[in-house]
């Protein structure tokens, strides 16, 4: 069964009056305001995701690749890695209620929900939050001495034997587990290595996954098609209350992003299968 390797790392890293018969001196017209909606109104700035950006109220995936890369590390040098090393070792693995993750047996066949393309309703931020919700992934290889090769977006895959972390960063608090699908078919979680664990990660904090310095993750010795499947979701994500809004997925070559709508009353669940053939 794949599973996580240890290695040694050295380092990682938004009116006209109306006139009668008789002359009337008329009225000025009433200075207009700019009303809920309106184009003055939607391109004022705004809290999206606990950061303050000037939008116009559209495609919700273009704002959220802008305050993405306004978060992200790019320096892979160990000293720029530095931030991201820091971010991971706070994050938590944290037991979860087996009952609640039943979600996740409808993504069995490893499809996930998220399709590549533009998400077709409006952004909308007003006093009850703003109803969208994302994640940037992006896979971060490293080579046999722990020197970190790049970031590339989740379409790009890996090769057999690779050494790989996964970079994570949300929009929201989430519930984060990493599954493999064999070319069996057998599915089994592989990070958190405990099942019915997952790993807590926070609105706006970047981290690495696996969350361990000098651990990475490294699928070897079968043949044929393989799958790791990335979940994240929000506690609050169970049952009538998981939205059920497709997910859309933007590729970059720094990594890829992911929104979907959460509705009132309903709370994120992203799900990407990352494919591997193995040689």
């Known amino acids: 069964m794949p599973r996580p390797h240890r290695l040694t790392a050295t380092a990682l890293i938004l009116a006209l009056a109306c006139a009668g018969f008789v002359p009337v001196r008329a009225n000025p017209p009433p200075v207009p305001t700019a009303s809920a909606g309106s184009e003055d109104e939607a391109m004022q700035p705004k809290f999206v995701w606990g950061i303050l950006i000037k939008i116009a109220y559209n495609v919700a995936s273009s704002v959220f690749s802008d305050w993405a890369k306004s978060k992200l590390s790019i320096d892979l040098s160990p000293g720029g890695l530095a931030k991201l090393f820091f971010n991971s070792s706070t994050a938590r693995i944290v037991p979860v209620s087996l009952p609640s993750l039943g979600f996740l047996a409808k993504q069995a066949d490893g499809v996930g929900n998220a399709v590549a393309g533009e998400p077709t309703a409006p952004l909308v ?9 994302g994640v940037h992934v992006a896979l971060l290889g490293f080579d046999r001495a722990g020197k970190a090769l790049g970031y590339r977006p989740v379409t790009d895959g890996f090769r057999s034997g690779e050494r790989f972390k996964l970079r994570i960063l949300p929009t929201f608090d989430g519930l984060l587990a990493l599954d493999n699908i064999n070319p069996q078919g057998r599915r089994a979680q592989v990070y958190p290595p ?56 933007h590729d970059e070559a720094i990594g890829s992003s992911f929104v979907q709508e959460t509705r009132p009353g309903t709370y994120p669940v992203i799900v990407q299968a990352l494919s591997l053939r193995h040689d």
């Open 194 to 249: 405990e099942r019915g664990t997952m790993v807590e990660v926070k609105a706006g904090v970047e981290i690495l996954v696996p969350l361990d310095r000098d651990q990475y993750l490294e699928f070897a010795g079968s043949t044929g098609e393989e799958k790791l499947v990335v979940t994240l979701r929000s506690p609050r994500a169970v049952g009538d209350a998981a939205s059920p809004a497709t997910v859309y997925r």
């Open 125 to 133: 931020v007003n006093a009850q939050g703003i109803n969208y919700q």
